[in-house]
C-alpha cells in the first residue's frame, strides 16, 4: 500500500501558483519523498525530491513541515502543460534495491485558462 | 542523451498468446524497472534488475517474467495472456550508484491491448 495520501483531483488557473498536498504521517527518518507527474499516455516524469528540507528546482518547490508527516509540491506559475497527475512517493534514502517505486492514485492536476 | 526507449509502443494481442516487451535504458544506467498501469490498479511494480539479476519482484503471478542482458538492455515476458493483462506497461531506468537521490527515468511506454 502506499505511504501517502493524497486529494484526488484539484484545479489552478492558468498563471496561478498550484499547490498540491501530500500526507505521509508514517514517514521515517530515512525516507525522501519523491514527486513524479505523468502527462497523458506518457510515463511518469521525476519532478523533486527532499528529506526534510525545502527545496527547489526549475520545475516545482518542495516544502516538507518540521515534522516530516506532510509535504506540499508547488508550480510557482502553472500553465496548461503541467495538467497532469501528480504522484507522491516515500522512499528508502539509499538506492540499491530500492528502486521499486509505490504509486498511489495521486492528484489529478487541471490546469485551465 | 536519449531517454528510456520503448518497443512496440502499441500491441494487439489475443488471450493465451505470449508477448515480449522490450526496454533500452539510458546509456550507463545498470537499473531496470518494469511497472504495470491499469485503470483499475494504477501503477503497479513488476520486478527490477540490475546486473542481469533480478533483484526485486512485485506480486505478480509467473506468467510475468523478464532478464537484463548484459547492455542493460532489458525484455519482459507474459505468457498465457489473459485479458486482464491489458494495460500500459512502464520500463524506467536508473543509474543507481549506490548513493542517494537516485531518480528514475521512465520510457513512453507498451499499450497492451488482449482481446
Known amino acids: 500500500d502506499a505511504k501517502t495520501t493524497q486529494p484526488p483531483s484539484m484545479d489552478c488557473a492558468e498563471g496561478r501558483a498550484a499547490n498540491l498536498p501530500c500526507n505521509h504521517s508514517?514517514?521515517?527518518?530515512?525516507?525522501?519523498v519523491y514527486w513524479y507527474r505523468q502527462i497523458h499516455s506518457q510515463g511518469p516524469q521525476y519532478i523533486i525530491h527532499?528529506?526534510?528540507n525545502n527545496e527547489t528546482n526549475e520545475m516545482a518547490s518542495l516544502i516538507i513541515t518540521e515534522d516530516r508527516k506532510s509535504s506540499t509540491l508547488i508550480l510557482p506559475h502553472a500553465t496548461l502543460r503541467d495538467t497532469a497527475v501528480y504522484y507522491c512517493?516515500?522512499?528508502?534514502?539509499?538506492?540499491?534495491?530500492?528502486?521499486?517505486?509505490?504509486f498511489g492514485a495521486g492528484t489529478r492536476l487541471a490546469v485551465h485558462p | 542523451k536519449a531517454g528510456v526507449t520503448q518497443t512496440p509502443r502499441y500491441l494487439i494481442k489475443t488471450r493465451g498468446q505470449q508477448v515480449t516487451l522490450s526496454c533500452s535504458p539510458i546509456?550507463?544506467?545498470?537499473?531496470v524497472s518494469w511497472y504495470q498501469q491499469t485503470p483499475g490498479q494504477g501503477l503497479q511494480f513488476l520486478f527490477e534488475?540490475?546486473?542481469?539479476?533480478?533483484?526485486n519482484k512485485g506480486n505478480f503471478p509467473g506468467r510475468f517474467s523478464g532478464r537484463q542482458f548484459s547492455n542493460s538492455r532489458s525484455e519482459m515476458n507474459v505468457s498465457t495472456l489473459e485479458l486482464g493483462d491489458s494495460a500500459l506497461y512502464l520500463c524506467?531506468?536508473?543509474?543507481?550508484?549506490?548513493?542517494?537521490?537516485?531518480?528514475?527515468?521512465f520510457g513512453s511506454g507498451t499499450q497492451l491491448s488482449v482481446l
Open positions: 524506467a531506468s536508473s543509474a543507481d550508484r549506490g548513493t542517494t537521490n537516485e531518480k528514475l527515468f
Open positions: 508514517t514517514i521515517s527518518g530515512n525516507e525522501y
Open positions: 527532499g528529506l526534510k
Open positions: 512517493i516515500v522512499r528508502p534514502m539509499f538506492s540499491g534495491g530500492y528502486n521499486k517505486l509505490i
Open positions: 546509456s550507463g544506467h545498470r537499473s
Open positions: 534488475y540490475f546486473s542481469e539479476t533480478q533483484r
